[in-house]
């Protein structure tokens, strides 16, 4: 086993087992400031990407479980900062059961020239995007939003970690994002 193989490894093992001792702890610390279900749910994914941000960046963590409730408070801190309400585009594309689609969010196939030209242009940039993403996270991408897996079940299937899983697939998203934004900002400023 290469020594990279091996500390990748040991990461993802002190994540899974920071997750599953604090889980519940920073939920409950979470759901009791934020009123809505979905918001906590965002703010316990963002903490928990952090966490694999860190140790990823090979940044020490001494008190794992400190860490982890310092970085909800701020969290929780910004959300209620936030200025503008949060759009659907804006939103973290992580969960299991979103019943919103792409399809959802472009124009109908049936509609205007316009329209079409619009929905074609779109799609065409979306495969374009998502050629640029490296394999294991378009792999992530696809297999949860277009086949419909969980994360349980590819984690299951592969062998990778579920935190792996979601740290993939959150880079792809935001890769998405800004590549698709400027084709999107194109066409509602006509």
């Known amino acids: 086993m290469l020594a990279t193989d091996w500390m990748a490894n040991q990461q993802d093992q002190r994540i899974a087992e920071a997750v599953r001792l604090e889980k519940g702890r920073l ?13 906590a749910e965002d703010i316990l994914q963002d903490v928990f990407y952090e966490l694999v941000e860190a140790y990823r960046m090979m940044q020490p963590i001494e008190q794992v479980g400190a860490w982890l409730f310092r970085v909800a408070r701020n969290r929780i801190t910004d959300r209620f900062r936030k200025k503008k309400p949060e759009l659907f585009t804006d939103q973290s594309v992580v969960s299991e ?22 929905r074609s242009v779109m799609l065409e940039e979306l495969e374009d ?21 969980s994360f349980r079940e590819i984690a299951e299937a592969t062998g990778v ?4 899983l979601l740290s993939r697939k959150r880079y792809a ?3 998405l994002r800004r590549r698709l934004q400027k084709v999107y900002a194109e066409f509602a400023g006509r």
């Open 27 to 39: 939920s409950n610390f979470i759901r009791r400031r934020v009123p809505d279900a979905g918001d």
């Open 97 to 118: 059961d979103d019943s919103l689609s792409f399809e959802d969010l472009l124009p109908s196939p049936d509609a205007d020239p316009e329209a079409a030209y619009v």
């Open 129 to 149: 995007a998502l050629d640029e993403l490296p394999d294991e996270q378009r792999e992530i991408f696809l297999a949860t939003e277009f086949e419909g897996h």
């Open 161 to 164: 970690s579920i935190n792996t």
């Open 173 to 175: 998203v935001q890769h």
